[in-house]
């Protein structure tokens, strides 16, 4: 297995990666807490957010070796067997997945393993897991079969939804006004605090 960047393998990402500590059951567990927006202002240890949908600032605190994730826009023909994925998908009743966005682990980096609840849309689930069989589907779809450690999910992935690489960024990337995406901790006291920081590649919104 390639030796996982630490640039990557320590943020919390991605992905996601917020649930490493997520238990196995039978039914799906409730998702992390993120936070989506534009940058509003920037310190050497907060970042200031205006969120996506509305409502006052979110102040964040950022971990003193926190990292940058950018998410770049790759071929549908990226995702293979052996990848390691997370994809916001919307459930159908007869219990496949259908995917509204892909994003793509670099090699040897697995973050957020898992099957949880996502807010990306109303009822909308988080499946993070190793791909296995891929096959073609209708008006170029891709489908997947998606593992985990406690389950499998059958993943439809339309040609149009995006499809993003993970990959290293630097702090110079977060300035005002670009748009952001953190998996946050919150304390007891409703403070927010983040160790990575994902970004669009050339200030593009982070699709999850």
Known sequence: ???PN?????????ALALAAALPAAAQAPAGPTVVRGSVAAL????????????????????????????MKPV??????????????EMPAKNGTGRSLEVHVFPPGVKMGEGHYGWDLKPGSMM?????????????GSRELDVAYSY??????VPASVPVVQITGGQRSQVKPGVPVFMVVQKGPAGALTAGSVSIGENGAKPPM
């Open 75 to 88: 071929a549908i023909d990226a995702i293979q067997p052996g990848s390691f994925i997370g994809t916001a």
């Open 1 to 3: 297995m390639t030796r």
């Open 43 to 70: 310190t050497d240890t907060t970042l200031t957010v205006k969120p996506e949908r509305g409502g006052p600032a979110q102040v964040v605190t950022l971990a003193p070796t926190w990292t940058v994730a950018v």
């Open 151 to 156: 389950g499998t999910r059958h993943i439809v």
């Open 6 to 14: 630490p640039r990557l393998a320590a943020p919390g990402l991605l």
């Open 127 to 139: 499946t993070n897991g190793t791909v296995g069989k891929v096959m073609a589907g209708k008006r």
